[in-house]
């Protein structure tokens, strides 16, 4: 099974997750703009008994980041771990988006990802 590693810059912090994703996406809302620094994040979605982490983290509405570097890292709760996939080793990851958020928040100087599935805000599930 694959396993993919992944830290923080400092290297304080380290996890590594198992087998392919559930699901991958990009996110454009305004959290998660904030939260990145950047236009969007980019996220990789695994059940929870799938991902291990070593290293103290700390949290803001349950984002958990590097106290030392300040990275953004991974978000858990009882059935799944959100992984920020830059945070991930190896680049580029091979890991393609295959939905994106809050896409009325995307500037306009980024494309849509062909193939992506497009939502206007959070993704709607059923
Ligand atoms: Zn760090
Ligand atoms: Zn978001």
Redesign the pocket.
Known sequence: MVKRTGGCRCGKVKFSVEGEPSRIGI???T??RQESGSAF?YFGVWPVGKFTSDGETTDHEGRRFCPACGCRLFATDQDEAEIKLGSLEDAPTGLAPTYE??VKRREPWVKPLEGAEQFDEDRQVG
């Open positions: 996110c454009h809302c959290d998660c994040t958020l809050w």
